[in-house]
């Protein structure tokens, strides 16, 4: 009886398997969604499409007769494939009530499909088999992440996130990632950024709950804000912010200096 090769399923977008002896007459198992490639001797054949193959080595491409073959089967994901990133790296921003650099990164899907399988396998004869897995489908999604960070951080330092369009962002990003996916035989399908999460920062919190002490409590009035203050002994951190951010006189932040309050 002669053997079954089936799809091991361990990796969405490309799988290999390294075969020591294929025998004549050996019957190569490909799914549903998926082409397989077979190099041997460092050239492809294929594409296999979904089906049962019955593979012969003594005549055609292989020609090695019923002493077996050293082969290796490549099996590539032609459905769409969805990639789920919690978030990009940090993007700094500058919130403009508040002198505090801040971090935000952004979660995104992605969606991808190998279009032109050919095109694709041309690319993989650059990767060596222990590195195809791991190195292949995160160069594309790492590429894919710096280009949205390197957008969010162009619009954060325009205006402020709560102002940013994500549509607007995606749009320009799968503009701009296209043609490298299309280069090796990808189409991207979907890209959608879901939002943009601003890290904790205490500090900041402390200052935006001052500033709205001072807006509700005072009508925005820094010098009625500074004597409740400096009456009740409370954290002058808001008032060091204001004059970093040039609201307030450097002098103003010495309660030294506050004489007639």
């Known amino acids: 009886m002669k053997p079954v090769i089936r799809d091991k399923f361990d990796a ?26 077979i190099r041997d001797a460092g050239e492809f054949t294929g594409p296999f499409m979904p089906g049962i193959h019955e593979l012969r080595t003594d005549v055609g491409f292989f020609r090695r007769g019923e002493r077996g073959s050293e082969m290796t089967v490549y099996r590539i994901g032609t459905q769409e494939l969805y990639y789920c990133k919690w978030g990009t790296g940090k ?5 403009p009530a508040l002198p505090i650099t801040r971090n935000l990164r952004a979660p995104y899907t992605l969606c991808m499909k190998v279009a032109n399988q050919n095109l694709f396998i041309e690319h993989v004869r650059n990767f060596t088999l222990n590195a195809i897995h791991e190195t292949l489908d995160q160069f594309l999604i790492f590429f894919a992440t710096d280009t949205i960070q390197a957008q969010i951080q162009m619009a954060v330092n325009l205006k402020d996130p709560s102002e940013v369009s994500l549509q ?14 299309k ?9 959608k950024i879901h939002e943009l999460n601003v890290e904790e ?18 009508g925005g009035d820094r010098n009625l804000y500074l ?23 450097q002098n103003e932040t010495d309660p030294d200096t506050w004489g007639g309050l």
């Open 12 to 37: 969405p977008l490309i799988r290999t398997e390294n075969l020591l002896q294929v025998l004549n007459g050996s019957k190569l198992v490909v799914s549903p969604g998926t082409c397989a490639y």
């Open 91 to 95: 993007v700094l921003f500058k919130s």
């Open 168 to 181: 607007e962002i995606a749009a320009i990003c799968c503009r701009e990632l296209r043609p490298f996916f």
């Open 183 to 191: 280069s090796y035989g990808i189409d991207l399908v979907y890209l």
């Open 201 to 218: 920062n205490k500090a900041a919190e402390n200052l935006e709950a001052e500033l709205a002490t001072l807006n509700l409590l005072f």
């Open 227 to 249: 004597q409740h203050s400096l009456l009740t002994k409370s954290n002058h951190g808001l008032s060091d912010a204001l004059s970093l951010a040039g609201t307030l006189p």
